[in-house]
């Protein structure tokens, strides 16, 4: 095979604009913009990344499907989409960076979160074992930085070493399974593996080097058992950070792993009527689904801190997740993906919320919430519509998302399946989250204010970025094939 | 034994060692150094399946282990810079004092 460089150049192309925007972001700040107020550096570098955002999104757009470089990288519609999704939840991100308490270095803050896009970017269109593990790395150090970025909070520095902590023993949990897999297949390409797994059925090195990898990616996308980290880093980390860890790394993160379990390990998926697949992946997705969906929604109930509330909420959502991929063989990835990004979407919101709330005053435990319709009403519409998409009211998106994901893995199997008891389970804990998500609007929509509670000044691109989400919400709620179509 | 098997079982049990001092051990530094021998265990599984595995493209298992040893050391880096941030504010490194963020 001779390599295409050419080829290669041109599929990585968004990735490429995206260094070049973090490194302009950095150099611009070092020589120009060195003498001015940290206000218009943090100005400058999100104007900057912003456009590296936007050019890199045009790149994607106009990207031709096929695989790259010898199946290295692939381009399709799952691609494609998740890699938009990326990028325009990460320029979300960015306007809800504007909210938050001036850094001190905003130019790094931002270049930072470029490279950590980057690397999300590449983890949605891999299909190579080393690629993957390579992009994985290069977004999760970008996200530890940004999870201790804060030098002036202790919380920010233990947030960010519990995330490097659990992050790099699931790395070397997920290079030992690829490791694994490798020695078992003699391949690093997800298509070579596929074939190997169909010609020579399962085998004992394949199953560790598979578990391997599901605790690493369970890991990866808060799943319990392996949630430990998601509440600590959701509460210290800055805002924008914790946006971002809970969105866009959740999407691309599940766009890898589908494309892992899916294509590559479909075989290994077990039998067809999953009751009596013993070495199949399936049944340890759904034990990991279920166990999340309990504990997320249950522990979520005991929480007084908002930011831990919104951990546990996304512990409860990756199990509703993890049902969306194993909806995927029949169903397709559509509504995994419409569930990811919606989900993202009102995740980032409500990190907004809570980044803009920071600056104005503190904003830990749910009660500080209180009196939020008369501080600032345009906060508190936004956050009802976040909070709401979360619990799944229709007509907004998370509504929808629930339902096809749902519905998909109904279908799947019929309801006496372990997939459609899953459904069951998953419906009727959604019930239970209603609860603590109105816990919160109550506070915010119906409780009096504090004594001496000043009114809340929204800055413009904070409630440009606030509005869009929401807006996005109730569109992708009412349109929802416009996702769906996609696929 | 072949020296295939020899070297998954050194991987294996270099692994558990990395992981049972990741989790048992306090001080920051002793946990990074456990991750570390989790990771060589792992490349030590690529080498030993370039060398004696089944048949397949030439030095795959090899470039990726370079590649990995690269990210190795970039994860140091972040690690040990995450581990001073820490130091500056509780004057240790020893997580049981990580109690901070909690609920």
């Not at chain 1, 949990?173 to 020695?183: D, E, M, P, Q, R």
């Not at chain 1, 749902?406 to 372990?418: K, V, Y």
């Not at chain 1, 970025?465 to 416009?482: D, E, K, Q, R, Y």
Request: with cysteine; aromatic share 10%.
């Amino acid at each position: 095979m001779t390599p295409d460089y050419a080829g290669l150049f041109s599929a990585l192309r968004p990735e490429i604009s995206l260094v070049l925007g973090a490194l302009l972001v950095l150099g611009l700040d070092l020589t120009l913009y060195r003498r001015h107020s940290p206000g218009g550096r943090l100005q400058l570098a999100l104007w900057v990344g912003s456009l590296a955002l936007l050019t890199a999104g045009f790149q994607v757009w106009r990207a031709e499907p096929g695989t790259v470089f010898g199946g290295v990288l692939i381009i399709d519609q799952l691609a494609m989409a998740s890699r938009l999704g990326v990028l325009g939840l990460t320029l979300l991100t960015f306007g809800i960076t504007q909210g938050s308490p001036a850094r001190r270095q905003p130019a790094e803050y931002v270049a930072i979160m470029l490279l950590a896009a980057s690397g999300l970017l590449l983890m949605a269109a891999a299909q190579q074992l080393l690629l993957a593990f390579l992009a994985l790395e290069l977004a999760s150090l970008s996200l530890y930085v940004l999870a201790g970025f804060d030098r002036t909070r202790p919380e920010s520095a233990e947030a960010g070493l519990k995330y490097f902590l659990f992050g790099g023993m699931a790395a070397a949990f997920l290079l030992f399974g690829f490791s694994l897999v490798y020695g078992a297949t003699g391949s690093v390409e997800l298509t070579e593996i596929a074939r190997q797994i169909a010609a020579q059925g399962s085998n004992p090195l394949l199953v560790v080097g598979l578990v391997m990898v599901l605790v690493a990616f369970g890991f990866k996308v808060a799943a319990a058992p392996f949630h430990l980290w998601a509440p600590d880093v959701y509460q210290g980390a800055p805002a924008p950070s914790a946006a971002l860890i809970a969105s866009a790394s959740k999407l691309a993160g599940f766009t890898l792993f589908t494309r892992l379990l899916w294509p590559a390990f479909g075989a290994a998926a077990g039998s067809a009527t999953w009751l009596n697949s013993g070495a199949g992946w399936f049944r340890a997705v759904a034990a990991l689904a279920a166990v999340s969906l309990v504990l997320g929604n249950v522990a979520a109930l005991a929480q007084t801190s908002l930011r831990r509330l919104l951990a546990y909420s996304a512990i409860a959502h990756a199990g509703a997740l993890l049902l969306g991929v194993l909806a995927v063989g029949s169903a397709g990835p559509g509504p995994l993906f419409y569930y990811a990004l919606t989900y993202g979407l009102a995740t980032v919101g409500a990190f907004g919320v809570i980044a803009v709330m920071e600056t104005a005053g503190r904003c830990e435990r749910i009660t500080d919430l209180a009196g939020l319709h008369r501080r600032s009403p345009l906060l508190a519409g936004c956050l009802a519509i976040f909070i709401l998409s979360l619990a799944g009211i229709p007509p907004l998106a998370g509504f929808f998302g629930k339902l096809t994901v749902f519905s998909a893995a109904l279908h799947a199997g019929g309801i006496r399946s372990p997939a459609g008891g899953l459904a069951v389970l998953a419906i009727a804990l959604s019930a239970v989250a209603l609860y603590y998500y109105l816990m919160v609007l109550k506070q915010a929509l119906v409780a009096g204010p504090a004594d001496g509670a000043p009114p809340i000044k929204v800055p413009r691109a904070a409630t440009l970025a606030l509005v869009t989400a929401a807006a996005l919400i109730v569109w992708f709620g009412m349109n929802p094939s416009a996702l769906l179509g996609l696929f | 034994m072949s020296p295939l098997q020899f070297c998954l079982i050194f991987s294996g049990v270099l692994f558990s060692v990395g992981l049972a001092g990741a989790l048992a051990r306090s001080n920051a530094i002793l946990v990074l150094l456990g991750i570390e021998l989790m990771l060589n265990a792992a490349n030590l599984n690529f080498i030993a399946f370039w060398r004696y595995g089944p048949a397949s493209a030439p030095a795959t298992g090899v470039i990726f282990v370079i590649f990995s040893i690269a990210v190795t050391a970039a994860e140091t880096a972040v690690g040990l810079a995450l581990v001073i941030a820490i130091h500056r504010h509780q004057r240790s490194i020893r997580l049981q004092e990580a109690t901070r963020l909690k609920g």
